[in-house]
């Protein structure tokens, strides 16, 4: 089964990160079929937005596959890099996150134009703790998203954010429960579609 799931459900596309059992820990391979993804719906007239989610229940996305950076630290820059502006996606992005949301899955979610949360949801950027860093975009967008002092906070390894608190700071756009993250999602994305 792919790693990333692609799916065109109307004038929505549905890309669905699909590793897990390792919290859709993302791999060189995951990166090249998200990047296909986000070309496939930005070629396509019939889609006007787009929903990206994470399956299985414990994460959105846990970040890049330490295993794989192990086995290849070539790849860091490339998965920590990637996002929808690394892509060229221009369509309207919501994503439904649940579970983990962590360095690269945290940036991913900040690529989104809406970030639609389970009260479960958590961000942050860990990579610290390992001694990794992503691109000059993986430091600044949470600088541009965040207070200053939340987004250092997250930056310098401090514990992820909650969804509630991730609310207040304007970071997601909606706390929903597990059972209407989907719908939630979908109408975000309906709205971006349609204006």
Same mark, same amino acid.
């Given at each position: 089964?792919?790693?990333? +799931?692609?799916? /065109?459900?109307?004038? +929505?596309?549905?890309?669905? %990160? $699909?590793?897990? #059992?390792?919290? $859709? ?9 998200l990047r296909e993804a986000w ?5 396509? =007239? ?6 990206? !989610? ?7 996305? #846990? ?5 794989? +950076?192990? /086995?290849?630290?070539?790849?860091? /820059? ?17 994503? !439904?996150?649940?579970?983990? #949301?962590? &360095? ?9 134009? #809406? ?8 961000? &942050? ?12 975009d993986f430091v600044h967008r =949470?600088? /541009?998203? +965040? =207070?200053?002092?939340? @987004? ?5 390894? &401090? ?9 207040? %700071?304007? %970071? ?5 429960? =597990?059972?209407? %993250?989907?719908? !939630?999602?979908?109408? *975000?994305?309906? *709205?971006? @579609?349609? !204006?």
């Open positions: 089964m792919s790693s990333v +799931l692609y799916r /065109r459900d109307g004038q +929505l596309a549905r890309i669905t %990160l $699909n590793r897990p #059992a390792a919290m $859709n820990a993302l791999t060189a391979e995951m990166g090249e079929r070309r496939e719906a930005e070629r396509d =007239p019939g889609v006007a937005a787009v929903v990206v !989610a994470g399956a299985g229940e414990r994460a959105f996305c #846990a970040g890049v596959d330490l295993g794989e +950076l192990e /086995r290849d630290p070539a790849e860091q /820059r490339d998965l920590t890099g990637f996002g929808a502006a690394k892509t060229g996606l221009a369509k309207p992005l919501v994503a !439904a996150v649940h579970g983990h #949301a962590l &360095g690269a899955g945290c940036k991913l979610a900040m690529c989104a134009d #809406a970030i639609v949360a389970s009260p479960d949801a958590r961000f &942050g950027y860990p990579e610290a703790r390992v001694g990794l860093l992503g691109d000059a =949470p600088l /541009r998203q +965040l =207070p200053r002092r939340e @987004a250092l906070a997250r930056l310098l390894g &401090g514990p992820p954010l909650g969804a509630d608190r991730a609310l207040q %700071l304007g %970071l997601v756009t909606e706390v929903v429960e =597990p059972d209407e %993250l989907v719908a !939630a999602a979908d109408r *975000w994305a309906s *709205w971006f @579609a349609a !204006a």
